[in-house]
């Protein structure tokens, strides 16, 4: 609540809503992007939705020039994270299994070979997360 009493203090002393934008998204949207990936697919469905009404309200309030919700930081911050772990310079680059061979393609398949999953907690961490939902 501090925050959002501070970002309310700016509006008070005449930012232009640009401004106010480019404020809004370089300490709110940063601080929600910031674990996104890690702890995005464990929110459940009343902490997701107190998010997405805090972003309409900003949204609403002239904080944000379009309506931002958990869905599309989700997959946008997990698009981007997963497309950079395929280098293999990138640190987290060990932490994806093992490519499998195809010896056909009948259509667009993972190329990883798919971990078990017995648990719904080891389904929802970030690389399995990202596997099985096709980011």
Not at 39 to 62: D, E, M
Not at 77 to 94: D, E, G, P, V, W
Not at 103 to 108: C, F, I, M
Request: aromatic share 12%; glycine share 4%.
């Amino acid at each position: 609540m501090q925050l959002v009493s501070q970002i309310f203090n700016l509006f008070g002393h005449g930012i232009p809503p640009d401004k106010l934008n480019i404020i809004f998204r370089g300490i709110v949207v940063a601080r929600i992007l910031y674990a996104m990936p890690a702890w995005g697919p464990h929110l459940n469905v009343a902490q997701t939705s107190r998010i997405n009404s805090f972003l309409k309200r900003a949204y609403k309030c002239g904080f944000s020039e379009k309506l931002l919700t958990v869905e599309q930081l989700l997959h946008s911050s997990a698009t981007c994270l997963f497309n950079k772990m395929h280098q293999s310079t990138n640190c987290l680059h060990n932490l994806l299994p093992s490519v499998k061979a195809l010896e056909y393609s009948l259509r667009n398949s993972q190329a990883y070979s798919l971990p078990q999953c017995k648990y719904q907690l080891f389904k929802m961490s970030f690389v399995n997360w990202c596997l099985f939902s096709n980011v």
